[in-house]
């Protein structure tokens, strides 16, 4: 009989987290500082005790909220929120004056849709967490 174990643990990669190189919006050529520094963001995946927490202290701030009305403004602050929740680090990641960190991912990621969407396809991704 095999042993499965590592085949299935994916939270241990989820939660060790994994870099995110981000990637230009149009072209899809890896972002690097002038001096060659990587731009990207350190993230736990969908596994992680992390991400499943603030999912659950979302679903219970709902409960029993009835949504009226829901619209796309609201559906991307739920989403980004849940994604801030996820970003461990950030790299080089500086707009104007102010740099994006973990505690405001999430307003950079409301503003910048194609950062959010990049980290959204990236930690729904089990192999990028996945030590094989």
């Known amino acids: 009989?095999?042993?499965?174990?590592?085949?299935?643990?994916l939270e241990t990669g989820a939660d060790?987290?994994?870099?995110l190189h981000l990637e230009h919006p149009v072209t899809g050529e890896k972002l690097y500082t002038e001096d060659g520094k990587a731009i990207g963001i350190d993230a736990?995946?969908?596994d992680s005790a992390q991400y499943r927490r603030k999912v659950s202290q979302m679903a219970n701030r709902k409960m029993g909220k009835r949504q009226k009305n829901p619209t796309l403004?609201?559906?991307?602050?739920e989403g980004?929120?849940?994604l801030a929740a996820c970003v461990v680090r950030c790299h080089n990641?500086?707009?104007g004056d102010?740099?994006?960190?973990?505690?405001?991912?999430?307003?950079?990621?409301?503003?910048y849709r194609s950062i959010r969407e990049?980290?959204?396809?990236?930690?729904g991704d089990r192999r990028n967490f996945f030590n094989a």
């Open 16 to 19: 060790k987290g994994a870099f």
């Open 80 to 82: 980004a929120e849940l």
């Open 1 to 9: 009989m095999t042993d499965l174990t590592n085949v299935f643990d």
């Open 118 to 123: 990049q980290l959204d396809e990236f930690v």
């Open 44 to 46: 736990v995946g969908v």
């Open 73 to 77: 403004e609201k559906a991307e602050q």
């Open 93 to 95: 990641l500086k707009f």
């Open 98 to 111: 102010d740099e994006m960190t973990p505690k405001n991912a999430e307003q950079f990621l409301l503003k």
